[in-house]
C-alpha cells in the first residue's frame, strides 16, 4: 500500500479528492489530516473505503501532531488544509496568516525531517491578483504574484514557503494554482452553494456590486484529477495552472441557477461591493494540458446541473450548516443588506 497524507481532507476539494483517488485506485492509503474548523464536515468522508481512510483530528500549525501522524517515507503531502474564505479574511486575516502560512511552514518541515517523496501544495489563481475587465490578458505560471485579499495574500505567502524548502533544502514540491471550483460539498458560504440554497428556500440572493466580475469556473473532480496529475507527472519544483477555459460573470451564474432551479430573478438583490474585489480571473492551462496530459471532462452546464441535483438530494446537509454556527455568519455578514 502506498501512503499518501492529506491535510484538509474533511473540506469541500480534499474530500473530492480522497473519493476519487480511492475509488480509482486499490494501493493507496490516506491519512486524512483535519482540524475540523468551520469548513471541515465529517459527513464528506460519508461512503469512503474505510480499510484505506485513515482520518486524524489535527492542526497543521501543531509540529508534534503532524510528526505523530506523518509515516515515514510517505509517497507524498498534500496540502489542501487552509482558511479558505475571501470575505472572512477581509474581517479578519490573522487565522489565514496563521493556518496559511504558518501551517504550510510546520508541514514542509514535517516532510523533510518524514523523508516524505514528494509535497504538493493546493495554492490558487488568486495569489496573481485581478485581470482588467473583457481583455484578453490570462494568468499564466509567468504571472507575477500579486494579491488583493487577505486570503490571497497568506497563499502567496505559503508559496514562497514552499519555493524556498526546495530551493534550500531539495524537498521535492509541485505546486497548483487552481480557478474557482463548483460541485457537491461545498460550504454554502461561497457563491454557487449560497445561491443555490437560498434559491431552494425563496430568500434574497446577494450580489455584490455590479454582478460583472467574472470567475474562472471547473468542477472540483476535474480540478482533484489535475492535482493527482500534477504529483505523477509534473516536474519538481514546477507551478502547474489549473482552469477550464470557462470565463462567466457572476450575474450569469446566478442567473443560470435560478433557471435552473425554476425560481424568478426578482430574488436577485444587488448589495454593497466587497472591499478590494478582485475583477476577473482567467486562467491560461496550457502548461498542464501538454505537460500533464490533463483535461477538464465536465462542461459548465453539466456541472451546475449536476451540483444543483446533489444541493437538492442533499438538503440535510445543507440544513445542518444552516442551523449551525453558519446562521451568526451570515446574520453580520449579510443581515443588515438584505433587510
Ligand atoms: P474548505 O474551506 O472547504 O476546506 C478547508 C479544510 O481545511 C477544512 O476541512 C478545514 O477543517 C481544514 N483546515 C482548516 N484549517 C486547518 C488547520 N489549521 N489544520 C488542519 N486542517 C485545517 O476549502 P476548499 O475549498 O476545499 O479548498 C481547499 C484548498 O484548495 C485550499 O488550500 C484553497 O486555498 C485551495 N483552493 C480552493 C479553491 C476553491 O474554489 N474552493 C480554488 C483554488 C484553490
Ligand atoms: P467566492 O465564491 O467567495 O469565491 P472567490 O471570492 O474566492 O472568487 O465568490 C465568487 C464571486 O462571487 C466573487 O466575485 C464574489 C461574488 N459573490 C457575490 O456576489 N455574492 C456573495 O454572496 C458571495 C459569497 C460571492
Not at 137 to 161: C, D, G, I, R, V
Not at 273 to 285: C, Q
Request: hydrophobic share 40%.
Amino acid at each position: 500500500m502506498k501512503k499518501i497524507f492529506i491535510t484538509g481532507g474533511a473540506g469541500f476539494i480534499g474530500s473530492a479528492f480522497i473519493h476519487q483517488i480511492l475509488e480509482e485506485s486499490s494501493d493507496i492509503e490516506v491519512i486524512n489530516f483535519d482540524a475540523l474548523t468551520y469548513a471541515g464536515n465529517p459527513e464528506n468522508l460519508k461512503g469512503l473505503d474505510e480499510t484505506r481512510h485513515k482520518f486524524v483530528k489535527g492542526d497543521i500549525c501543531d509540529k508534534d501532531a503532524v510528526l505523530n501522524a506523518l509515516p515515514a517515507d510517505a509517497e507524498a503531502v498534500f496540502n489542501f488544509a487552509a482558511e479558505s474564505h475571501v470575505d472572512r479574511s477581509i474581517t479578519s486575516a490573522s487565522e489565514f496568516v496563521t493556518t496559511n502560512v504558518l501551517g504550510t511552514q510546520v508541514l514542509l518541515d514535517a516532510a523533510r525531517a518524514r523523508n516524505v517523496k514528494r509535497f504538493v501544495h493546493i495554492s490558487t489563481d488568486e495569489v496573481m491578483g485581478s485581470l482588467p475587465d473583457e481583455s484578453n490578458l490570462y494568468f499564466t505560471e509567468l504571472s507575477p504574484l500579486k494579491p488583493n485579499s487577505p486570503y490571497a495574500a497568506s497563499k502567496a505567502a505559503a508559496e514562497h514557503f514552499v519555493r524556498a524548502a526546495r530551493e534550500t533544502f531539495g524537498l521535492d514540491t509541485v505546486i497548483t494554482r487552481c480557478g474557482n471550483n463548483y460541485g457537491p460539498r461545498q460550504f454554502p458560504e461561497k457563491l454557487i452553494p449560497l445561491m443555490i440554497a437560498n434559491a431552494m428556500n425563496d430568500e434574497a440572493l446577494p450580489v455584490y456590486g455590479d454582478g460583472r466580475n467574472v470567475r474562472d469556473w471547473i468542477y472540483v473532480e476535474d480540478h482533484a484529477r489535475a492535482i493527482w496529475l500534477a504529483f505523477e507527472r509534473g516536474k519538481s519544483g514546477e507551478v502547474y495552472n489549473i482552469g477550464a477555459r470557462n470565463e462567466q460573470f457572476n450575474i450569469d451564474v446566478v442567473k443560470a441557477i435560478l433557471d435552473l432551479l425554476g425560481k424568478p430573478h426578482s430574488l436577485i438583490k444587488f448589495v454593497a461591493d466587497r472591499l478590494g474585489h478582485d475583477r476577473r480571473y482567467a486562467i491560461e492551462a496550457e502548461k498542464s494540458e501538454t505537460e500533464l496530459g490533463w483535461k477538464p471532462q465536465t462542461d459548465w452546464e453539466d456541472g451546475l446541473r449536476k451540483t444543483i441535483r446533489w444541493y437538492q438530494e442533499n438538503q440535510d446537509w445543507v440544513e445542518r450548516i444552516r442551523n449551525g454556527a453558519y446562521r451568526d455568519y451570515y446574520k453580520k455578514m449579510y443581515g443588515a443588506s438584505l433587510k
